[in-house]
């Protein structure tokens, strides 16, 4: 599996996971720890794909402005 | 995949023993006020020494609670005045028990009465701590009710989101 297919599957298991998480949550009156959850979920998701926001970053800058 | 496995068991494990601490306290404290029921009538009804009526309580009741009743025994047994042996036992039991410590309280009351309570007074005492160990069991079920499944449903989930993220 290449590593761009594998950052989806990543970013659609964690959303699954704190989607279920947030419902589990909410049932028992826990409205801040879903939020916590939700939250966590968001910081998670933004560690894979950092890197990959990154790249394109650096590819607009080198076709756009020919920096490298 | 071992690390894999690992990291879901020892998650789900720890939710499922924090799910196991919320179903056993409404239990134990329910054996603990049925404890109190059968000291009651040991010392009204058949006016036997404490020591004796809390080993005899211990007798009856299962484990793990009876074991505290066990340690009040032998406490009062080793000379101690009923306050300190009370206490003595809850402190050596409190990390045991799945009880919180304000499921104590009412027996902590009641260890600071029956030293100098009179066997009628010691009743009455023992009634009060009834009702509050009541409504103490009644909190316990409503937490018990609230987050009983949710730890076990978070130790899976939060061990599948760690998997993910270390794939």
């Known amino acids: ?68 | 995949m071992i690390g894999s496995i690992l990291t879901l068991t020892a998650t789900s494990g720890i939710g499922f023993s924090v799910a196991r601490s919320y179903r056993d306290r409404p239990k134990q404290i329910a054996l603990l006020a049925q404890g109190l029921r059968l000291l009651r009538q040991e010392v009204e009804f058949a006016q036997v020494p404490l020591p004796l009526a809390l080993s005899h309580v211990a007798d009856l009741l299962p484990k793990p609670v009876n074991l505290l009743f066990r340690q009040m025994a032998t406490n009062l047994e080793e000379q101690k005045n009923a306050g300190e042996a009370i206490d003595e036992a809850i402190v050596s039991f409190e990390k045991k028990l799945a009880m919180q410590k304000e499921d104590y309280e009412p027996l902590r009351t009641l260890g600071a009465v029956v030293a100098t309570a009179h066997r009628t007074h010691l009743a009455r005492e023992l009634d009060t701590a009834l009702i509050r160990l009541q409504s103490l069991e009644e909190i316990a079920e409503t937490d018990r009710r609230k987050n009983e499944k949710v730890w076990q449903y978070l130790g899976v989930l939060v061990g599948v989101m760690i998997v993910i993220m270390m794939s």
């Open chain 1, 1 to 68: 599996m290449s590593p761009e297919m594998r950052a989806v599957f990543q970013i659609f298991g964690v959303g699954f996971v704190v989607a279920l998480m947030n419902t589990i949550l909410r049932h028992a009156d826990k409205e801040e720890f879903a939020q916590w959850t939700t939250l966590a979920g968001v910081v998670a998701v933004l560690v894979v794909v950092v890197g990959y926001v990154d790249h394109l970053y650096q590819e607009i800058t080198r076709v756009f402005l020919n920096t490298q």
